[in-house]
C-alpha cells in the first residue's frame, strides 16, 4: 500500500488530531515523507486540518483504496488515476489476459460513454466508476440479466450501509427523489465458434458525492450525498456492491429490483418503429423485459430501449 494511502487510513480511524511525529513513528517514515503524504492526499480533495504542536486531523473526503476493496472481495481490483473509461480498462485487461474476476476503478474517467454511446458526466472528485470483468461461459440462453441483478444490489447496498431508498427505472439507472443517482452498463463479448458469451463487463457510474453539476444535468442527476458529510465512505458502498453480486441469488436480486423498480404500475411512453406509444408497466420477466399494456388493451414486450413517465 502507498504512503499516503497508510496517512489516509490512520488519519480516517482518529477522531482527533494526529501529530506528523506519531504518523512518522507508526508508518516508519521521516516528517518530510508525511508531509509530502499529506500533501497528496490535498490534491486528491481529501481536507485535512493542520495545526501546529497539535497535527492533522481529517475533516472531509475519501479515498479509494483497491487493496483494501481486494482483500474484502477475494478479487483483483485495480485503479487507474488517468482512466478514460472503466470499460476500456477492462478490454485492455482482457488483452493482457488480466486475472478475472477484475474490478477496475478510476477516480474519473476522461471519455466514459454510457447505453447508445452517450456521453457520461464524471466528476473529478466524489464519484464512484468502476468495471467489473468476469467469464461466464454460457452459452446465450444461459445468460443472466447482469443488469438488473447490479441494479438491485446498489440500492440494496445504499439502504443497508445508509438507511436511504433509492429506486430503479428501467433499465438500468437509479434514481433518489426523482433524480438520477447511478447508471449500469453491461457489454458482453461472444466466441461465434462455440456459440457462447465469454466475458462480461458491467459498468457502474455513481454519483456519490458531488457538490457541482453542469447545468444542463442539474435538473436531472444528483448525488447520494450532497449536502452534508457522507455516513460512509466510497470503499465501503463499492465493496457490499459486489459481495451482494457475488452472494445474493439471482432471483432474490430479481425480486428486489421489481420491488424498487419505479416503472411497474405506472404509466409510461415509449417510441418503437418512429411511432410513440403509451401504457401500463405492469411486469417484469426474468430476462428483463418491459412488459406493457397499451391504452387500447394490447399487449408489448420491451427488451431494451427508452422510456418515459408520464409523471413522477
Keep these: 500500500m502507498k504512503t499516503y494511502e497508510n496517512v489516509y487510513q490512520l488519519l480516517e480511524k482518529s477522531d482527533t488530531f494526529i501529530t506528523g511525529e506519531y504518523l512518522a513513528e507508526q508508518l516508519s517514515l521521516s516528517r518530510t515523507a508525511i508531509w509530502k503524504a499529506i500533501k497528496k492526499l490535498e490534491k486528491q480533495g481529501i481536507v485535512i486540518e493542520a495545526v501546529k504542536n497539535k497535527g492533522y486531523r481529517l475533516c472531509s473526503g475519501d479515498l479509494l483504496l483497491p487493496e483494501k476493496i481486494a ?52 466528476a473529478e472528485q466524489g464519484g464512484i466508476y468502476m468495471s467489473l470483468h468476469f467469464k461466464p461461459q454460457l452459452s446465450f440462453n444461459q445468460t443472466k440479466p447482469y443488469t438488473l441483478m447490479v441494479a438491485a444490489c446498489i440500492v440494496k447496498a445504499i439502504s443497508r450501509l445508509t438507511g436511504i431508498e433509492t429506486e430503479i427505472k428501467w433499465v438500468n439507472d437509479i434514481y433518489l427523489d426523482g433524480k438520477k443517482v447511478s447508471g449500469i452498463l453491461t457489454e458482453a463479448i461472444a466466441s461465434v465458434e462455440t456459440g457462447s458469451i465469454t466475458d462480461i463487463i458491467i459498468g457502474v457510474g455513481l454519483n456519490f458525492f458531488i457538490r457541482d453539476f453542469p447545468e444542463s444535468l442539474a435538473n436531472k442527476a444528483r448525488s447520494l450525498f450532497s449536502t452534508e458529510q457522507p455516513t460512509i465512505s466510497r470503499n465501503q458502498l463499492i465493496t457490499e456492491i459486489w459481495k451482494l453480486f457475488f452472494t445474493i441469488p439471482e432471483k432474490d436480486l430479481l425480486k428486489v429490483y421489481k420491488e424498487k423498480s419505479l416503472v411497474l404500475d405506472k404509466t409510461i411512453t415509449f417510441a418503437e418503429n418512429d411511432r410513440t406509444y403509451r401504457g401500463t408497466a405492469y411486469d417484469i420477466t426474468d430476462r428483463g423485459e418491459l412488459l406493457v399494456r397499451l391504452d387500447n388493451g394490447q399487449k408489448k414486450t420491451l427488451t431494451s430501449g427508452e422510456i418515459s413517465l408520464s409523471s413522477w
Design 71 to 122: 482483500e474484502e472481495l477475494q478479487i483483483a481490483v485495480s485503479m487507474n488515476d488517468s482512466s478514460l473509461s472503466t470499460q476500456l480498462d477492462a478490454k485492455k485487461g482482457i488483452e493482457t489476459a488480466n486475472q478475472t474476476p477484475h474490478l477496475y476503478l478510476a477516480t474519473q474517467q476522461g471519455k466514459a460513454k454510457g447505453r447508445f454511446e452517450r456521453p457520461f458526466f464524471t
